[in-house]
């Protein structure tokens, strides 16, 4: 007899377990999930409260406004969470380094991570480091918790799965994991507003099709992604009849 590989985890840590599974519940990642292609647990942080009034929060030391996460008590829901060594421990937090479709990439491969969601003013830095929480941003903006930045990581991971997207997924991987944002999309109908789909893209001519669409993303990446195209720029291959320097 077989056994079934285990699918793909996400534990979630949170304040706010009822958030979840959230839009995670619907579209593409809700039917994996309601098929059994990955998992989702989220926990509640303030279970692990031991005070009568279950705080899981205090001032934070030095002064200033707001609360701090307490260390012992994220350190007890880590513990009880029983994670596996090899799964990844993350922390969301506009801190973190950010996101990239490479890290989604490779934790999609993994066994899924524990993911801690932030809330108040920050979490006491002993457990971060105590746990070893690798910290994680979605982006330079701040969110008022962590947990919609934990739900567009794991959505990210779950469309990579196998069984999730088919053959779906390649085309827009492959144009971001080269560096370059997507060239424009046109269905139809032929004229919209006075506005009609690029003539080359109802040609028939591959070729011309795909050095449009290449031009297309070339142009985009280079306005809008200074950052992106630089990095591009500087791993061009040569062209053809373009000397190489390393040819003598
Ligand atoms: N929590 C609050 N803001 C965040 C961000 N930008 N990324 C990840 N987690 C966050």
Redesign the pocket.
């Known amino acids: 007899m077989t056994s079934q590989p285990t699918p793909w985890r996400a534990t979630v840590l949170t304040l706010f377990p009822d958030m979840f599974p959230g839009p995670l519940g619907v579209s593409l990642a809700g039917k994996a999930l309601a098929g059994g292609l990955w998992t989702l647990e989220a926990r509640d942080i303030r279970a692990s409260a031991t005070d009568k009034h279950r705080s899981v929060d205090d001032t934070p030391a030095g002064g200033g406004p707001g609360m701090v996460l307490r260390a012992d008590v994220l350190a007890v829901a880590i513990d009880a969470a029983g994670i596996a060594p090899e799964r990844p421990r993350l922390l969301?937090?506009?801190r973190?380094r950010p996101l990239t479709q490479a890290q989604v990439t490779a934790l999609a491969a993994g066994p899924g991570p524990l993911i801690v969601c932030?809330r108040f003013e920050g979490i006491d830095q002993r457990v971060i480091e105590a746990r070893a929480l690798e910290e994680?941003?979605?982006?330079?903006?701040?969110?008022?918790?962590?947990e919609i930045?934990a739900m567009a990581l794991i959505d990210a991971c779950v469309r990579l799965l196998p069984g999730v997207m088919g053959k779906q997924a390649s085309g827009t991987e492959e144009s971001f994991s080269e560096g370059l944002l997507e060239y424009p999309q046109y269905t139809r109908p032929q004229e919209f507003e006075g506005r009609p789909i690029p003539e080359i893209l109802i040609s028939g001519d591959h070729a011309k099709v795909a050095a449009w669409r290449l031009a297309q993303s070339e142009a985009l990446t280079a306005a809008r992604r200074p950052d992106l195209w630089t990095r591009k720029a500087g791993q061009k291959p040569l062209g053809r009849g373009t000397k190489n320097t390393t040819d003598g």
């Open positions: 969301m937090s506009p973190g932030g994680v941003s979605i982006g330079d903006y701040v969110l008022s918790g962590g930045a």
